[in-house]
């Protein structure tokens, strides 16, 4: 059976990391698959995806709640489906210049749930971010937007080839 409708969950405070998820549907989507991008806490059923691809924002070295809470939620039908993970959060460009691991909790949860792969991408905060740690950052000059859609986009088409050929 040919993996062709996937599911992009996401937990986001800004919608930062909406707009990766985005961003990856979109290239699923131009590969070929069926694919929606939806927040993480909105998602009642997993299987009547093929696949599934879960982002999650890091906040203070854990993974945003809405996708940790997504994970233990759909845990049973998650770990029969292809699975891919990603993290984004780092205000710097050490995304783009090295692989990041997954922070603790989720490398058990992927472990857990035979997950495929996980990549980090950078974070963006800007102006105008919810929260008053957020706003801190930014009041200190350490916000920006350090997403590389280029590299989101090479490691989307990869999830979309492992699906194509692998099914």
């Not at 699975?83 to 992927?110: C, K, T, Y």
């Not at 991408?121 to 937007?145: H, P, Q, S, T």
Request: some cysteine.
């Amino acid at each position: 059976m040919t993996a062709t409708k996937v599911l992009v969950a996401y937990g986001t405070t800004n919608g930062s990391t909406a707009q990766i998820a985005e961003a990856v549907a979109e290239v699923l989507r131009k590969e070929g698959l069926t694919a929606e991008a939806l927040p993480a806490r909105s998602v009642a059923r997993v299987d009547v995806y093929d696949a599934v691809v879960v982002g999650g924002g890091l906040y203070a070295g854990r993974w945003r709640k809405d996708s940790r809470r997504f994970l233990k939620r759909h845990g049973g039908e998650l770990a029969g489906r292809p699975l891919w993970l990603f993290s984004s959060g780092p205000l710097d460009p050490s995304a783009s210049e090295r692989d990041i691991p997954p922070v603790p909790g989720l490398q058990r949860a992927m472990t857990r749930l035979g997950a495929k792969g996980h990549v980090t991408f950078g974070g963006c905060l800007e102006e105008g971010a919810k929260g008053w740690v957020a706003r801190m950052i930014i009041k200190n000059g350490k916000g920006g937007d350090y997403r590389d859609f280029a590299r989101i986009e090479d490691w989307s088409r990869g999830v979309a080839h492992d699906l194509v050929t692998t099914a």
